[in-house]
Antibody
Framework: QVQLQESGPGLVKPSETLSLTCNVS??????????WSWIRQHPGKGLEWLGY???????YYNPSLKSRLTVSVDTSKNHFSLKLSSVTAADTAIYYC??????????WGRGILVTVSS | SSELTQDPAVSVALGQTVSIKCQGD??????ANWYQQKPGQAPRLVIY???KRPSGIPDRFSGSSSGNTASLTISGAQAEDEADYYC?????????????FGGGTKLTVL
């Protein structure tokens, strides 16, 4: 069974870069034709897809965040990462990583709360 | 871009049947998926590709779709089904289809 686990700082200062990593276990990140996505949820709100990466390195981002978002993959470490630059309080959210079958998200991490505050 | 619309809240008596709906033009082109989210937990896939259940999901959960509307039906709702439910689909209005989520429906089991 594939498992995903987010890690990174829980507090980021405004204007800085939010960096998170998603470690994948129970399967190789470069096996199968899967994409690896980041999704966030503002406190008490709904889900927002941020972007995904394929193990080949191809990426696609939510147009609303494209200018600030970078998703990368390290197949040797079996993990993928998110960097969101120039953060504001509006980026405070629970960030989830998930395996993307292209048709649905079948495995999710437990999520990590990131607060943007000075 | 397109969007998916859900009723904010629905309630059902214990043991009764309830349907949660999701509307959006993208549903005419792409399958709907449904996720269950309980407080403090990550979303869990309960229905994919309109009407398929992942392993481990009780068969009281079912899905259907017609036109621009997808539905998640819980037949014989249990107390543990109380949760937020989100529909999800690709955005058919884009040349490269983004992912869309509905706003979520809070299900209360009375």
């Amino acid at each position: 069974q594939v498992q995903l686990q987010e890690s990174g700082p829980g507090l980021v200062k405004p204007s800085e870069t939010l960096s998170l990593t998603c470690n994948v276990s129970g399967g190789s990140i470069n096996s199968g034709n899967y994409y690896w996505s980041w999704i966030r949820q503002h406190p008490g709100k709904g889900l927002e897809w941020l972007g995904y990466i394929h193990y080949s390195g191809s990426t696609y981002y939510n147009p609303s965040l494209k200018s600030r978002l970078t998703v990368s993959v390290d197949t040797s470490k079996n993990h993928f990462s998110l960097k969101l630059s120039s953060v504001t309080a509006a980026d405070t959210a629970i960030y989830y990583c998930a395996r993307d079958d292209f048709y649905y998200f079948d495995f999710w991490g437990r999520g990590i709360l990131v607060t943007v505050s000075s | 871009s397109s969007e998916l619309t859900q009723d904010p809240a629905v309630s059902v008596a214990l043991g009764q049947t309830v349907s949660i709906k999701c509307q959006g033009d993208s549903l005419r082109s792409y399958y709907a998926n449904w996720y269950q989210q309980k407080p403090g937990q990550a979303p869990r896939l309960v229905i994919y590709s309109t009407n398929k259940r992942p392993s481990g999901i009780p068969d009281r959960f079912s899905g259907s779709s017609s036109g621009n509307t997808a539905s998640l039906t819980i037949s014989g709702a249990q107390a543990e089904d109380e949760a937020d439910y989100y529909c999800n689909s690709r955005d058919s209005t884009k040349s490269h289809p983004d992912w869309l989520f509905g706003g979520g429906t809070k299900l209360t089991v009375l």
